[in-house]
């Protein structure tokens, strides 16, 4: 359960950042996104982060119990 709750605390505070950097940030480059817009962007990058996190711990699992079985 704590697990799930620091996801949530570090999923949730990446995608507040997010929005917030681009309502900062975008502007600079003359791009000027709603509320709304940097909502979807960043939501559309938090979707893109949980799946690489995800493939990433998969890999590393797979590769980590072969080596780790292979050595006994």
Not at 11 to 39: E, N, R
Not at 49 to 56: F, G, T, V
Request: aromatic content about 20%; proline content about 3%; charged content about 20%.
């Amino acid at each position: 359960m704590r697990s799930l709750i620091e996801s949530f605390i570090d999923v949730g505070s990446g995608f507040f950042l997010a929005v917030i950097i681009q309502l900062y940030i975008f502007p600079i480059f003359g791009f000027y996104p709603t509320i709304f817009d940097s909502m979807g962007i960043a939501l559309i990058m938090t979707c893109v982060s949980i799946m690489r996190s995800w493939i990433w711990r998969l890999v590393f699992r797979r590769n980590f119990r072969r080596l780790y079985c292979e050595r006994r």
